[in-house]
C-alpha cells in the first residue's frame, strides 16, 4: 500500500506565558492510502492538534510532514497560506463535531458550498444526487439546516466535506453532538466511504465503539504516540 | 451558486438588522437625492423665471435692492412709484432696443378668499409689455385692444384657476366701480406671470390714482451694447434703483448658497453615521460568523473570496438602500418641495427640485462608493481569519 501521509518527528508547541506545552512531542508515523486510522487518547492529549498538522490547518513547531509524496513541512519548506489552500481544496474533507451549515441555505446549497471558491470544481447533478443518495438525505435537498435532526446535518456535512472529490477525510468528533442511534449512522457511512470508494479516513474520537472502525490506530498520550 | 446570492443569503440571516441599515442608507439617499436634485432645480428654475423676465435691467424708484429683487419676483409689498417721464431718459440710448412700463398695484380685496386676501395687478404697455414676452401664449383670447385705457383684463393661468374666471366674464376691482372683460387667459408658462392679474397699464393708473407713475421699467438691450457701462449711466438718473437681472440671480443664489452650505453639512454627517452604521452591521456579522469563515477556509476559500463575500454583502446592503432611497426621493419629490418652499425666502416658479438620470447615477455612486469604503475594514477583518483559531475557539 503507498504512503498517503508520512510524519516525521512532528512537533508543535504551544506557549503559555514562559511555560512550553508540547502538543505534539517528537510525533513520527506514516497512514497509508485507503485506510481508516482511528486517532484516539485522552482530552488534550492533542488529538486535535494533530490532525490539524495533517490537514495543513495547523503548522508544526518541528519536523516534516509528506502528503502525496509532496513536502509540506519541513525545516526547509515552508508554503504560503494560498498553497496551502489549494492542497486542502485538492486533498482533503473536513468534518468536525460543530456542522457549521449555513442557516440561510438548504442542503443543496450548503453541499455545493465548495464550489463557490472553486470554480474549477464542476460539479454536475448527477454526481451531487448521488452523493446525496449514498449519504440518504436526498429526500432532504431542499430543506434549510433547522429542518434537519443532528444524525442529518452531520451527514449534510460530510456530503460537504466530499462535494471536492477528497482523497483524505478528516474527521474530529464527528459523533461528539450525536446520540447512539445516530453515531452508528455515522460510524456505517465512513466504512461506507472508506470500503467503496477509497477514501482514506483518518477519524479523531472519544467513542470507543467508533473507534473499532480503524484499521491502524494512533494513540496519543500528553502529545507523544503511544509506543512510539 | 455563486459568491454574490452567498453574500444575499447571508444578508438574510438577520432580517431585523439588515431591513434597519437599508433603512439608514435609505434616508441619507433620499437626502442626498433631493439636496443634489435641489441644487439642480432652484437654479434651472430662477434661470427661467430670469429669462422669462424678457429683459435685462429693471430701473425702479429707489429702495432697498433685495425688496426690488423681490418686487420683480415675487409681486412684493411696500411699492415704491417713479415718475413715468424718466422713460425719455432712457429710450433715447443707443444701448436700448426697447423699453416696457409697468406699474405693479397690490390692494387688499375682501371678496378674495374667505376672509379676503391682497390681490396683485399689473398695468402693462399693451404695444410693448407683448413683444418682451413672446413666449407668452393664449390659452383663450388675446391681449388687450392697444388702447392703453381699455377696460380689459388678462389673467395669467393661475390667477384665472384661483379667480375661476373665463373669457367673456366681468371683473371689478376693489375700491373701484368700473368693470374690466376678461379677454385673455394664458397658457401655463412656469414663471411668476402665471399668478399675474394683468391691465392696461393707464388703466391701472387711473383706477389706483397713481397718475403719471410707474414701479418698474423693464429695459431690453441691445446685442451689442455693454450692459455694465450702461448701467452706470442709469444710475445717474435721480431716485432710481437699476437692478440687473444677473445681479438679481446672484443676490438670491447667494442668499439660498449658504442655506445649501448647512444642508450639505447635514448629509455629509448623515452619510457619516450611514457608513459607520454599515461599518457596524458587517462588521458585527463577521464576529458573529467567525467559525464559519473560518470552515470556510477550511473548503478552500481564499482571503480574496472572503473579502469579496463581505464586499458584496456591504455592496448589496447600500445599493439596496440606494435604490429604495431614490425611488422614495422621487415619489415624495413634491413633498419635499413644498417643505422647501415653506421654509426658504424666495422660491421662483417651476420646480425647485430636479431629479434627473445624472442625478440618480450620481447618487448612486455616492452611497456604493461609501458603502465600499465602510465595508473595507470588516472584509480585510474576515479575509485574515484563520482556519485553525475558528475551529480552536470551538473545540479544544
Known sequence: ??????????????????????????????????????????????KTTLVNVLGCLDNPTSGSLKIEGRQIFSANANLSEAELTRIRRNIFGYVFQKFFLIPTLTVRENILLPSVFQPELKTD???LNRIMENLDIAKRKYHLPSQLSGGEMQRVAVARALINNPSVLIADEPTGNLDSKRSDEIKDLLVNLNKNHGI??????????????????IELNDGKLEGG | MNIFQLAYKNLLRRKLRTCFTVAGITLSTWVLVTLLGFNKGYENSLNNDIDGMGFQIVL?????????????????????YMPQ?????????????????????????PDKGENGGTAVYMGIDPLTYPLMKPYLKFKQGQWFDNDNSADEIVLGYEAAELEQREIGDLMLLPGSDREYKVVGILNRSGTQDDGMIFLPLKSVQETFDKRGLIT???????????????EEELYKLPDVQVVSMAQVKNTIMSLVSSAKVIVFAIAFIAFLIAMSGVLNTVLMSVFERFQEIGILKSM??????IFKMILTETILLCAGGGLCGILLAYAFSGISEAAIRYFLPFAPAGNIIAIDVKIIILSFFIITLTGIIGGIYPAFKAANIRPLDSIRSDSV
Not at chain 2, 300 to 305: I, V
Open chain 1, 125 to 127: 447533478d448527477k454526481n
Open chain 2, 85 to 109: 417721464d424718466i422713460v425719455q431718459n432712457v429710450d433715447n440710448a443707443k444701448e436700448v432696443l426697447q423699453t416696457t412700463q409697468m406699474l405693479m398695484h397690490a390692494e387688499f380685496d
Open chain 1, 1 to 46: 500500500m503507498s504512503k498517503i501521509i508520512e510524519a516525521e518527528n512532528l512537533t508543535k508547541i504551544y506557549k503559555r506565558g514562559a511555560e512550553k506545552i508540547y502538543a505534539l512531542n517528537n510525533a513520527t508515523f506514516s497512514i497509508n492510502k485507503g485506510e481508516i486510522v482511528s486517532v484516539t487518547g485522552p482530552s488534550g492529549s492533542g
Open chain 2, 300 to 305: 478552500g476559500a481564499l482571503p480574496k473570496d
Open chain 2, 216 to 230: 418698474m421699467l423693464g429695459i431690453q438691450l441691445t446685442r451689442e451694447a455693454d450692459a455694465a457701462a450702461f
Open chain 2, 60 to 80: 425702479t424708484a429707489k429702495g432697498c435692492p433685495y425688496e426690488a429683487a423681490t418686487l420683480m419676483l415675487k409681486g412684493g409689498t411696500g411699492l415704491r
Open chain 1, 200 to 217: 482514506t479516513v483518518v477519524l479523531v474520537t472519544h467513542n470507543p465503539r467508533l473507534a473499532q472502525i480503524g484499521n491502524s490506530f
